[in-house]
């Protein structure tokens, strides 16, 4: 591949006006789609299903009382489990699934591929086919998606590691913005990437950061304006697993759970880090027999910001589901929800099991955990948990109730975009 100096590239195409036409219809109706992905991608799972939670430690910790700022009153209540409120302003768009996308034709520009996405509405439950979207062949040929985050989704080379952000969803032109590759041998397609992460969306602010989460232990992180390539940073202690991470724009600092939630990390813009220790409280009561089956699925710790500034722990737990002798899919079970209380003493901090959150959502996919306002948005639903990857559904978290839209089936684009962030 002809190398390229980093920076933004934007493309053209003759094939926007029908591109408008199409996605103006969408924005209209509010529409997505959703269809199971290639069953050959599921053989992955086993690889990353075995390398799940080995390694367990214990770390020093510091004091995390002074890595948060102080929140007034009216913020710590701004997302209060009891401010279920309308809202008089205008309805945002309701956020959307990407949930596969696949090359149709070739486009007349030669950077450019006509691609056919398939999209989920989440108000209406209905399934929509976008085709003649215009598409950088560098992103479809050559790269793969590792995740999205704050409207933008992240690209990496399949040959040398390059990173891409693009706006691939803009209705107009969409920009590419090339980052340095990453190091050998973290590019190569059997490396597992947990998630990516943006301080800020680059459109928004030129000193943004970009983080990489890699199955175990590894994060990379790059700041543009900084660094001529990627950061490793200082890992040798953090044996987390497939525990994501989320920068707190509110807090300026990179968070994530390790060791089964039992301590909380963070690291600031220098990526100097501290360790909390997390207890979680308000454990609900459950049979014995249910706390054994548990004890047997997977669980995954999740950190999420609320737009109030509102943190919150949540365990995703998944069973296996052997659909034939060849190949076992995950299968959602249930969600368990803490509130992290912002105030550390003595270098411990708790967070509060909680089956309210409000006016509040949650979306989880193959992108940073989302946390929206519902009544902001046409069709969302209070208190609700949207989840896409091996399985497509809800969660409600007053009643523990599950509905699936689709089997737990892999998907190629598992990835929730919210269009007013694009």
Request: hydrophobic share 35%; charged share 20%.
């Amino acid at each position: 591949m002809k190398s390229r100096p980093y920076g933004c590239y934007e493309f053209r195409t003759n094939q926007v006006s029908k591109t408008v036409r199409v996605w103006g219809c969408f924005l209209d109706n509010n529409v997505s789609a959703f269809q199971s992905s290639r069953k050959s991608l599921c053989k992955l799972l086993l690889v990353v299903i075995n390398k799940i939670y080995k390694c367990f430690a214990v770390f020093p910790y510091d004091d995390f009382s002074s890595s948060f700022h102080k929140q007034s009153q009216v913020e710590e209540e701004s997302d209060h489990k009891d401010a279920r409120f309308f809202s008089s302003s205008p309805k945002k768009q309701t956020p959307y699934m990407v949930l596969e996308g696949d090359k149709v034709g070739e486009s007349s520009e030669a950077e450019n591929i006509i691609m056919s996405f398939k999209l989920f509405d989440l108000s209406k439950e209905e399934i929509i086919q976008v085709i003649h979207k215009s598409f950088p062949k560098l992103l479809y040929e050559e790269s793969r998606v590792i995740g999205s985050s704050r409207g933008w989704i992240a690209f990496m080379s399949k040959h040398d590691g390059t990173v891409h952000l693009s706006d691939v969803f803009n209705l107009g032109s969409l920009r590419v913005i090339t980052l340095p590759p990453l190091p050998d041998p973290m590019y190569h397609p059997s490396t597992a990437i947990i998630n990516v992460s943006l301080s800020y969306p680059p459109d928004q602010e030129d000193d943004y950061a970009m983080y990489i989460k890699f199955l175990c232990s590894e994060i990379y992180y790059c700041r543009p304006n900084h660094h001529s390539q990627w950061v490793l940073c200082d890992s040798n202690e953090i044996h987390t697993t497939a525990s994501d991470i989320v920068y707190s724009p509110r807090n300026q600092m990179l968070f994530l759970v390790i060791m089964g939630a039992s301590f909380l990390l963070s690291f600031d813009l220098n990526m100097n880090r501290k360790y909390t220790r997390l207890h979680l409280r308000n454990i609900p009561k459950m049979p014995q027999s249910e706390w054994e089956l548990l004890a047997m699925c997977i669980k995954r710790e999740h950190l999420v910001e609320s737009p109030g500034g509102r943190i919150f722990v949540v365990k995703y737990v998944e069973t296996y589901d052997q659909g034939d002798k060849d190949i076992i899919f995950n299968k959602t079970k249930r969600f368990m929800v803490f509130k992290l209380n912002t105030k550390a003493k003595d270098g411990e901090i708790a967070a509060y099991y909680t089956e309210d959150i409000g006016d509040l959502c949650i979306f989880f996919g193959n992108n940073e955990t989302l946390c929206l306002e519902a009544s902001k948005y046409h069709g969302l639903k209070p208190n609700y948990i949207y989840y896409v990857g091996y399985g497509l559904g809800v969660y409600d978290i007053g009643s523990q109730i599950l509905h699936h839209f689709t089997s737990s089936m892999p998907l190629n684009w598992p990835l929730y975009l919210v269009p007013s962030l694009i």
